[in-house]
Each structure stands twice: as C-alpha cells, then as structure tokens.
T-cell receptor, first 114, second 111 residues
C-alpha cells in the first residue's frame, strides 16, 4: 500500500477563484489519479497523471478547468479554476501500485464554493 | 447501461449474519475487480481485489467473480456494526490502470 496525504483537507472558496490541491505519496509511483466525489455519489475520474507527460483527461473534464501538474514521482497538484458552486465536491487523489495495480486513496479535499 | 452497476441499498443485515453485496459489469474487457469500503466522510479503503474466476478469501471477506455472468460479489461473514459503510465495486480493464466505479451499496449492520 501507500501513504498519501492531501492539502488542504477542506476549504471554502468564493465563486470565480481557483484552488490548488496537493497530493503527496510516501513512495515513488508512476500513475496518480484525480477523482471527484459529489455529495451522495460515487467517484468520477477527472484525469490520470503520469510523471513527465501531460495528464490524460476523461470525457467532460478539460485542462483549462482542471490543470494538473506532476513534477516528480511522489507529488501532484490539481487546480480547480474559475470555481462555481457546481464544483463543490470532494476531490481525491489516488495512486496505483502493487501487483494488481490496485489504487489507494488520499484522505480527500472537501471543497465548498459559495 | 452503466459500466458497473450496484444496488444502492440500503442493505440491512443483522449482526453476526452474512452480508452479500453484488455488482455487475457490462464491458467484457474488464479483467480485475476491486471492492472498497467507504465510511461516511472518509475516503475509500481497499478491501480486496479479484481477477480470476471463483472465490478469493481474506479474513471475514470473500470476493467472488463469475466472468461468464459478468458478476462480482463480496460476502462479509460474521457482520459487525463496524462493517456499516458504503461498499464500492470497481472494474479495471486489461492493460489500463483506470478504475470505473459503481454507485456503491450502503450497508447497515443491525446490532
């Protein structure tokens, strides 16, 4: 498994502003993932982040809205840009590791946009 | 049709009984399947994964996979109140580390 931390754990932001969420892993991993979990719903993959290459975004998510950086094998950031109340959600990072490429999740960032 | 489907519940099971959680998937390219437990306000926690037909046991948990029927299940024996949570099923395709999640089943263990 892996130990993953995220910052901030929660934030309340105003409409139109941006927030950058950090994800730190205690070991080097190739694949990192960013998810969104809206209240009462399941996880939706936003993008996959590989070190040294641009992130791959899922349908419905674009780089201008959710820019991602992956500067090394233990760290990634997700920015939620030009926020609206619809962006209020929990944002989770995960890493794929182990023989089954099983994913382990960070504690999440609870974002509220007012 | 959703790629991964689960009954949303809630599923109520008496303490000490077997809880049975089910999941179906539509993409036959899915190879590996993962069960996560998520307590309210917490992030998902991996319970176990399975990629071969049949049963896989880990403590009180047994995962079952039937690729012909495109069906995955998780059995929890001797259910405890601490097992009350939402259980998420996820599918992974061969050669692709991405996971596709079901909507989750909310399980309540009744003391």
């Amino acid at each position: 498994s892996a130990v993953i931390s995220q910052k901030p754990s929660r934030d309340i932001c105003q409409r139109g502003t941006s927030l950058t969420i950090q994800c730190q892993v205690d070991s080097q991993v190739t694949m990192m993932f960013w998810y969104r979990q809206q209240p009462g719903q399941s996880l939706t993959l936003i993008a996959t982040a590989n070190q040294g290459s641009e992130a791959t975004y899922e349908s419905g998510f674009v780089i201008d809205k959710f820019p991602i950086s992956r500067p090394n094998l233990t760290f990634s950031t997700l920015t939620v840009s030009n926020m609206s109340p619809e962006d209020s959600s929990i944002y989770l990072c995960s890493v794929a590791t182990g023989q089954g490429y099983e994913q382990y999740f960070g504690p999440g960032t609870r974002l509220t946009v007012t | 049709q959703k790629e991964v489907e689960q009954n949303s519940g809630p599923l109520s099971v008496p303490e000490g009984a077997i809880a049975s959680l089910n999941c179906t998937y539509s993409d036959r390219g899915s190879q590996s399947f993962f069960w996560y437990r998520q307590y309210s306000g917490k992030s998902p926690e991996l319970i176990m994964f399975i990629y071969s037909n049949g049963d896989k046991e880990d403590g009180r948990f047994t995962a079952q996979l039937n690729k012909a029927s495109q069906y995955v299940s998780l059995l929890i024996r001797d259910s405890q109140p601490s097992d009350s949570a939402t259980y998420l099923c996820a599918a992974q395709k061969f050669g692709n580390e991405k996971l596709t999640f079901g909507t989750g089943t909310r399980l309540t263990i009744i003391p």
